[in-house]
């Protein structure tokens, strides 16, 4: 007998007829004899319905109101599915995060799991029931309900797999793996067989949302194999894990990311420890910063300008407003009009050349890049908005990926 986690998506459970095709693919698990422990994302568009309707009430929600809302979602899933399952005649009980065991730190909306106390479902799972817990979710220690950031359900099936030491652990969805690029946005994109959690992590970081990448970061920790696979058609998905099956491809894939915002700031004093009070002041206000770039100092003055999340961009302006007399900024630039663009693979590392030809094909479809960085397995460059699916199809093509 095994244990598997099988995970789904917010499309795989959008409606009631999604929700009994994924009623069939868990019974079909529990009648080859497993111990089977399911996660469900909010129906369809849910959490951003529930976002939409705190934004009719307020523009500055507290935290804690956000994820004791967005929470809501995943219940509602949860406790449908096992309506499904009980109807078609299988034991199974429906979990929050809370009953579920799911401790985390205080940081409301984006909270990461501390641990999970498992008895509960342990003893659920003795007694031969399907347990379907809520993702995305858990409490504090003050018992408050956190939220794990947008598409979280996935670092909470993977928490899952790692606290009870599952066999597998599947993450069925709405594409059948992995693919190059995303296949809704790139028509020759194409499935991988498998990728490595290096290359994966990269790729969910810089914008391919089919894995969380807090998921790939616990996946990769401790050693959970994951599949990615689709709830629609029984295919096979892509296995992420350490080491891949060499493949001859030079780049893994490309993303995108639309949710960036630039900041600039004008006019600092060129002289030493600016950077260090600005990006220290980010640091301490929780705000995760990306690309930085710095200008030639000129008249003993310099610019920085820097990437963040646009969800965190008001944040940064307030604190960076607050404290621009005493940092010495005389101005502050902020645009929202921008797409990150990025390639991943291992194999760029021992290729001279990948950026030039990133470039080249950027150049040749008249895409102006304003930012670039690099890493051992990653270029990633910034470049206007409208232009982000052009950019990225044309440096597919140029990989011939
Ligand atoms: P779920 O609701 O199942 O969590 P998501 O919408 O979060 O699904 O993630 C699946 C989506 O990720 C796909 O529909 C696809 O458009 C997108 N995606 C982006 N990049 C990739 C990629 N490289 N491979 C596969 N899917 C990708
Ligand atoms: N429902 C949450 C979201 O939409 C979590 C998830 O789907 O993974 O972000
Ligand atoms: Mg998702």
């Not at 790139?186 to 994966?200: C, N, P, S």
């Not at 005493?326 to 009009?337: F, P, R, S």
């Not at 930012?371 to 990633?380: A, L, P, V």
Request: include cysteine; aromatic fraction near 4%; proline fraction near 2%.
């Amino acid at each position: 007998m095994s244990l598997i986690v099988q995970k789904f998506g917010g499309s795989s459970v959008r409606d009631t007829q999604r929700l009994l095709n994924v009623a069939e693919i868990v019974s079909e698990a529990y009648d080859n004899d497993n111990d089977i422990v399911v996660v469900v994302s909010a129906q369809g568009k849910t959490t951003d319905e529930l976002i939409a309707k705190a934004g009719e009430i307020t523009s500055k929600p507290s935290k804690r109101e956000m994820d004791a809302l967005m929470s809501t979602g995943e219940q509602i899933s949860a406790a449908l599915l096992v309506m499904a399952l009980n109807e078609r005649g299988y034991p199974a009980v429906s979990l929050t995060g809370w009953q579920a065991g799911f401790q985390t730190d205080r940081n409301h909306t984006r909270a990461r799991i501390k641990r999970i106390d498992k008895e509960r479902i342990e003893n659920e799972l003795d007694k031969k029931r399907i347990v379907v817990v809520t993702g995305f979710q858990g409490i504090n220690r003050y018992d408050d309900i956190t939220t794990l950031g947008r598409g979280g359900s996935d670092t909470s099936a993977v928490a899952l797999a790692a606290a009870l030491n599952a066999d597998r652990c599947l993450i069925y969805t709405d594409v059948d793996g992995v693919y190059t690029a995303d296949p809704r946005l790139v028509k020759g994109a194409v499935k991988l067989d498998e990728i490595t959690y290096d290359e994966m992590l990269e790729l969910a970081t810089l914008g391919a949302q089919v894995l969380h990448n807090r998921s790939v970061e616990l996946a990769k920790k401790y050693n959970v194999e994951l599949e990615v696979l689709s709830s629609l058609e029984r295919l096979p998905g892509t296995i992420v894990k350490e080491v891949a099956k060499v493949e001859k491809l030079m780049i893994t894939g490309v993303a995108k990311d639309d949710k960036v915002a630039r900041i600039a700031l004008l006019g600092l004093p060129d002289k030493p420890g600016v950077a260090f009070k600005v990006f220290s002041l980010l640091a301490s206000n929780r705000i995760n910063v990306d690309i930085i770039l710095q200008s030639i100092g000129r008249d003993d003055t310099k610019d920085i300008t820097f990437t963040v999340s646009d969800s965190e961009k008001q944040a940064a302006l307030d604190v960076l407003q607050s404290q621009a007399a005493i940092i010495g900024i005389e101005e502050i630039v902020a645009d929202c009009n921008i797409s990150k663009v990025s390639i991943v693979g291992a194999g760029m590392e021992s290729n001279p050349g990948v950026a030039a030809r990133m470039f080249e094909a950027l150049g040749e479809s008249n895409i102006n890049i304003h930012m670039i960085s690099t890493s051992e397995i990653k270029i990633s460059v910034l470049i206007d908005k409208e232009l982000g699916s052009k950019a990225v199809a044309a440096i597919h093509a140029a990989f011939e990926v």
